[in-house]
Structure formats: C-alpha cells, structure tokens
C-alpha cells in the first residue's frame, strides 16, 4: 500500500463550484498534513498546513484532517477560474521527511 | 523578494556529459533540498541539507550528488547522466523553526538528456 494515495484526476468544475480534493494514507506517524498549489510551469506553492486532526479556514479554502479515517480533504467554495492548478497534498510524522501525494489537476470553468 | 532561484530552467544534454543546476535562496533558511517531478510519480526526494556541510540522501540519490558550502546555495550536480534523468527538477527551501512543512519551491529546471 502506497504511502500516500492521491486521485490525479482530472477534476473539472464550473466556476463557482464547492470543489473536494481528497488524499488517503496508511503512515499513522503523519502529524502535519499540507497542501500546495502548482500552476503549469511552476513550483508548488504552500497553501494550508494542519496539524493533527481538525479543521482550519483561510478565505475560500478548508482542511479537513481525519486521522482515525487516515483522510484529508481540501475544499474549495466559490471555486474561480484562477484556481485552476494542480493540487498536492503532502504529510510528514516523526521524521523530517516530506511524502507527496501525486496531485489532483483541477479545471474551473468560466 | 523572498524567492528561490534555480538555472538554468531549461537543459537539454546528451547523456554521459556532468551538468550542475544552481539553486539560491535569499531567505537565509537553514533547510534544502532538490526534487524530481515526474509523471504518474509526484515529487520524489533526491538529497536535502539541513544546513552548511551537511547533506543526507532522499528517496531518489542515485546519479546525483550535491554540496552545501554556503547557506544560500545548493547545486544539484549530475556527473554522467543518462536518459532516465530527463524530469522536472525543484529546489526548496525553509527555516528549520517551521521545519520542512512550510517549504519555498523555486521555478523549476526542466532537463532533457539525450
């Protein structure tokens, strides 16, 4: 069993959408789970960390730690063309060392 | 700006000639590292360095080889490449208060190899 499953989709939404972006994983070590955003042709970028399990809220985004499920979800409300990316989610536990999920590539249609 | 800096962003090579890809970040973060992006694989680890002179293997070391001699810099170095080399490379970097979690990615190379 991977690490770290991710559905690389493609995921394409209307704009204006509540998109869900979904990571599963089997290390039960991860404490901190982040996602990035990557636009074509560039370096991921930090978008949310959470540690451990919970929500937290930045604008239109929301991450969802289960850590008795081993499930993260990333929503996105009033999804925009903009957003259009492909989005990482990543994890590290105990060690200093950073598992990738493979990403999920999002469309918002105008 | 706080950025990270990678050159060149695009190589095209032909396999056996040593190539170095320059990273620098002006953040004065202890931590960097290199990965490769392929697809169907995500972003795979290949060395990291947690601060000057000391640099530790990731997923993916074998063909590369790096150095750290001062804190903004973290070539990545490929002695002989070889086909399977071809990929998206990124260099990172962050501080070691926030740890790895909150890395800076630079641009990207995008190396062929022939």
């Known amino acids: 069993q991977k690490e770290v499953e991710q559905d690389p989709g493609p995921l394409s939404v209307p704009e204006g959408a509540i998109v869900s972006l979904n990571c599963t994983y089997s290390?039960?070590?991860?404490?901190?789970f982040m996602w990035y955003r990557q636009y074509s042709r560039k370096g991921p970028e930090l978008l949310m960390y959470?540690?451990?399990?919970g929500n937290k809220e930045d604008g239109r985004f929301t991450a969802q730690v289960d850590k008795s499920s081993k499930y993260i979800s990333l929503f996105i409300r009033d999804s925009q063309p903009s957003d259009s990316a492909t989005y990482l989610c990543a994890m590290m536990g105990g060690s200093e060392k950073l598992v990738f999920g493979k990403g999920t590539k999002l469309t918002v249609n105008p | 700006e706080a950025q990270v800096t990678q050159n060149p962003r695009y190589l095209i090579t032909v396999t056996g000639k040593k190539l170095t890809v320059t990273c620098s970040q002006n953040m004065n973060h202890e931590y960097m590292s290199w990965y490769r992006q392929d697809p169907g694989l995500g972003l795979r680890q290949i060395y990291y360095?947690?601060?000057?002179?000391?640099?530790d293997k990731g997923d993916v070391p074998e063909g590369y080889k790096v150095s750290r001699k001062e804190k903004r810099n973290f070539p990545l170095i490929l002695e002989s490449p070889s086909p399977n080399q071809t990929s998206l490379y990124f260099c990172?970097?962050?501080?070691?208060?926030?740890?790895?979690?909150?890395?800076?990615f630079g641009p990207g190379t995008r190396l062929l190899v022939l």
């Open positions: 959470t540690y451990s399990s």
């Open positions: 290390n039960s070590a991860f404490q901190y």
């Open positions: 990172a970097s962050s501080s070691l208060e926030t740890a790895i979690r909150t890395q800076y």
């Open positions: 360095s947690m601060n000057v002179e000391v640099t």
